[in-house]
Nanobody, 124 residues
Framework: QVLLVESGGGLVQAGGSLRLSCAAS????????MGWFRQAPGKEREFVSA???????YYADYVKGRFTISRDNAKNTVYLQMNSLQPEDTAVYYC??????????????????WGQGIQVTVSS
């Protein structure tokens, strides 16, 4: 069992920045791929970013160049630095852990554990 806890969300004006953190339990964090997804009201959960076990990074087109994912295996934590935030980035953001060595990291079904989600609201 892997427990994931997100932090760092909140309310920010358009053009602002936030950094999300996701702390994971367990001793084998370095063996997980980690992802960030988001879900806006009335919409499906969508991929935002992922980082592999060897720190390869992946981004959705709509956040590329604005968001940066990183991980600190010593702290069992993955981060999502979000810059140039826009109202359309408003959503509940979820971190997720993939533990079965899937080669696909852009779909929710590949992930085994999820955090509770954290609200990010961007005002115009």
């Amino acid at each position: 069992q892997v427990l994931l806890v997100e932090s760092g969300g909140g309310l920010v004006q358009a053009g602002g920045s936030l950094r999300l953190s996701c702390a994971a339990s367990g001793r084998t964090f370095s063996s997980y791929a980690m992802g960030w997804f988001r879900q806006a009201p009335g919409k499906e959960r969508e991929f935002v970013s992922a980082i592999s076990r060897n720190s390869l990074t992946y981004y959705a087109d709509y956040v590329k160049g604005r968001f940066t994912i990183s991980r600190d295996n010593a702290k069992n934590t993955v981060y999502l630095q979000m810059n140039s935030l826009q109202p359309e980035d408003t959503a509940v953001y979820y971190c997720a852990a993939e533990t079965r060595y899937s080669v696909v990291l852009r779909t929710p079904r590949e992930y085994d554990y999820w955090g509770q989600g954290i609200q990010v609201t961007v005002s115009s």
